[in-house]
C-alpha cells in the first residue's frame, strides 16, 4: 500500500469514526491532510463523513491545482489558510460539533480564548482557541480571519457554526478538535455550578512544561 492511499484510508476511517459518535453530522464538516508530494487530500463537498470514498477524494498538487477526484469542500480557504500559514500543519479538520457551537452562542466568552482552563489537556493539545465572527458558509472571508492571525493558532472557533484545528497529521487533529468539543462540553455542564478552572499558575505550569504556544 502507497503512502497516499495509507493516508486516504485514514482519513475516511478517522472522519467515520468521528460521525458515527456524533461530533458531526449529515453532511456536515471536512477533513484534509499534506500528502507526501506537498499536495493535499480533501474531503468533497456536501459528502457526509460516515461515507466518504477513499478514491473520490479531492486531490490538489503541490501548486494548489485541483488534478483528480470530486469536487471539494466550500471551506478551502479555511484549509489553506492554515497550510499557508502555519509551517507544522500537516492536517485540518472542521467540525459542526453540538457542544462548541452551544458555547458559541453564549453571552461573555473571551474571543481571545474561547475555552475555558478547566482541564490540562486542551491547553497542552489547542493553546488559545481564537474565537471568529459569524460568516456564511463558504465564505472566503474565513480564510481571511484565519490568515490574520499570522500562523499563531493552530485552533479557532467559528461562532455559530464550528470548530477548525490544524494538527501535525489527521490523529493529531482529530485528536485536538475532539478536546475542544470535550472541553465545551464540560464549560456547560458545569455553568453556574462555581466550576473551579485552573488558576493562572496551573496555566501557566502547563504552558511551561509542554511547550504551548500561548500568546
Request: hydrophobic content about 40%.
Amino acid at each position: 500500500m502507497s503512502d497516499e492511499t495509507r493516508l486516504r484510508e485514514d482519513l475516511c476511517l478517522l472522519a467515520k469514526s468521528l460521525f458515527d459518535r456524533g461530533l458531526t453530522h449529515g453532511s456536515t464538516g471536512n477533513i484534509s491532510a499534506r500528502t507526501p508530494d506537498g499536495g493535499l487530500l480533501v474531503s468533497p463537498t456536501g459528502s457526509s463523513f460516515g461515507r466518504l470514498d477513499p478514491a473520490r477524494l479531492s486531490k490538489f498538487d503541490d501548486q494548489g491545482n485541483h488534478v483528480a477526484g470530486d469536487r471539494p469542500t466550500k471551506e478551502m480557504p479555511l484549509h489553506t489558510a492554515f497550510y499557508d500559514t502555519r509551517g507544522t500543519t500537516g492536517a485540518v479538520v472542521h467540525l459542526h460539533s453540538t457542544h462548541s457551537v452551544a458555547l458559541s452562542l453564549l453571552d461573555g466568552a473571551d474571543e481571545d480564548n474561547f475555552l475555558p482552563p478547566l482541564t490540562p489537556y486542551a491547553i497542552m493539545q489547542l493553546g488559545k482557541v481564537k474565537l471568529l465572527p459569524v460568516f456564511l458558509p463558504g465564505d472566503t472571508a474565513m480564510g481571511d480571519a484565519v490568515r490574520g492571525l499570522a500562523g499563531k493558532r493552530s485552533a479557532v472557533m467559528l461562532a455559530h457554526h464550528g470548530p477548525v484545528v490544524a494538527g501535525k497529521d489527521p490523529q493529531a487533529a482529530c485528536n485536538a478538535i475532539e478536546e475542544l468539543e470535550e472541553t465545551a462540553k464540560l464549560a456547560l455542564l458545569t455553568r453556574g455550578m462555581n466550576a473551579r478552572p485552573l488558576t493562572d499558575d496551573q496555566v501557566q505550569a502547563v504552558v511551561t512544561k509542554f511547550d504551548v504556544k500561548w500568546d
